[in-house]
């Protein structure tokens, strides 16, 4: 209260402090390298948790078409004892300091967190650590583990958004490892070895390629000490240690596919994007939020969804719109799901690509203000969890090298103006073709005709 009070009433400058107050209260990040090369780094606040992660720089998009599914496979077996602990070991160990342990696979990256109070970091280091290097991988573990993904790949293509979005990297990216499904496909998955996960480990889980990251209560000095003591049987360095995501040219094509998995028609939408570290990616977050969500059910008034969304909803039978951006080290995607109760879909399509390549020329400045500053909001509010901040932190520093401190990204944002905006409108957006996938009981469409809707 006592900020609030000293806040100028005028709109602009009020906002402009209590954005200053909070960046001042959100926590800098301390960042060493270890000399076996793993990155630690933290940023520590006031609390009793903490979340405490080692984050692997691979994932789909680093395999080949043999091995394809290997990172995730991998995932699986984590939890699955060390020479050091059983199973159940590990589960009680976990269990008994009230904490949480996962695991999660993307295209870029493994990602093994858990989450405890402060005064467990030592023990939850000590676990990361044991999971890292001193699996066992037992055959019999890896025999279960087929059926368990299996399993999980028959739920992944029951889930209309995971299921399009798969086809959608495959053929925006066609002939490039970042068109690969995470889970892999059914014969990798059925033929992988304990021989190939080692040399799978050996080549990919090195120093180089690891950074252990913690937000929360936790003390930077403490961490550095702890992974320097607990993280010394990594490799130190393979021939995979330079390989990165590979350059992934963005493709326009369509794919209509044929299923019940929804009861409402879906698809999905997609531009060409940038990548993390392209001077293109504030804008198009920018844009992004402008274009926002509808949803049908919500029943609220028009004025609650944003402008393009709204305008597309109103004139096409249409249930939801929802925009969203995916960037990768080398390249990514943004654009829009939708469904509708329509098996010709074709008109919603038209009519989404009309309005993207449309606001180069309608949208206002008012519009780029406001779409901004909701970006600003959605960045400050990551900050209210330390799991989020953490998985946040390593990727950044896997990806390009360093912690982004909040307040550069809102320098950033406040440096785009309505010219940038509209500039990056044109070159991603007006006469291009881009990737559709359509999921349902849904009308084939010609292709060749998509570029023309995409013209002024």
């Not at 990155?39 to 948790?49: F, P, W």
Request: one cysteine or more; hydrophobic letters at 40%; glycine letters at 6%.
């Amino acid at each position: 209260l006592v900020l609030m009070t000293r806040c100028t009433p005028v709109a602009g400058r009020y906002i402009s402090c209590l954005r200053r107050n909070f960046v001042a209260r959100v926590p800098l990040t301390q960042d060493t390298t270890l000399p076996n090369g793993v990155r630690v780094a933290t940023e520590s606040k006031a609390g009793q948790t903490a979340a405490i992660s080692v984050i692997v720089n691979t994932g789909s998009g680093h395999e080949t078409e043999k091995n394809n599914g290997i990172a995730h496979f991998l995932e699986h077996l984590a939890f699955k004892g060390t020479s050091k602990r059983s199973k159940h070991q590990l589960e009680l160990e976990i269990e008994n300091m009230g904490g949480t342990l996962n695991a999660f696979t993307s295209r870029e990256h493994t990602v093994y967190i858990t989450k405890v109070f402060k005064y467990d970091i030592d023990k939850a280091v000590d676990i990361l650590s044991d999971i890292i290097q001193n699996s066992r991988y037992d055959p019999r573990d890896i025999t279960y583990e087929k059926g368990v993904v299996l399993r999980e790949m028959e739920e992944v293509n029951k889930n209309v958004e995971e299921f399009a979005m798969d086809h959608l990297h495959e053929i925006a990216f066609a002939g490039s490892s970042l068109g690969f499904t995470i889970l892999g496909p059914q014969h990798n998955i059925e033929n992988f070895t304990r021989e190939g996960i080692v040399e799978y480990v050996n080549s990919y889980y090195t120093s180089k390629r690891i950074a252990v990251v913690a937000a929360g209560a936790v003390k930077h000095e403490e961490l550095v000490a702890l992974t320097d003591e607990k993280f010394t049987s990594l490799r130190l360095s393979s021939e995979q240690d330079s390989c990165t995501l590979p350059e992934a040219k963005f493709i326009g094509a369509y794919r209509n596919l044929e299923s019940n998995i929804s009861a409402k028609n879906y698809g999905v939408l997609a531009f060409k994007g940038a990548s993390w570290s392209s001077g293109e990616m504030i804008p198009l977050l920018v844009i992004q939020s402008f274009i926002g969500t509808y949803d049908s059910y919500l029943g609220l008034g028009n004025e609650i969804f944003s402008n393009l969304a709204h305008r597309v909803a109103s004139t096409n039978p249409c249930e939801s719109i929802k925009s969203f951006i995916t960037s990768y080290d080398t390249n990514g995607l943004v654009g829009c799901s939708f469904s509708s109760g329509e098996r010709n879909l074709e008109p919603l399509i038209k009519s989404i690509i009309s309005e993207y390549a449309s606001l180069a020329k309608t949208l206002t400045s008012a519009d780029v203000d406001r779409a901004k500053h909701r970006l600003k909001a959605s960045l400050a509010m990551m900050y209210d969890g330390v799991v989020p901040v953490c998985e946040d932190m390593g990727r950044q520093l896997l990806t390009i090298g360093r912690r982004v401190p909040l307040q550069e990204f809102f320098d950033r944002i406040d440096a785009i103006d309505i010219n940038i905006i509209r500039d990056t409108c044109v070159r991603h957006f007006v006469d291009v073709s881009p990737s559709i996938v359509t999921v349902g009981a849904v009308d084939d469409f010609d292709y060749e005709n998509v570029k023309s809707w995409s013209k002024w």
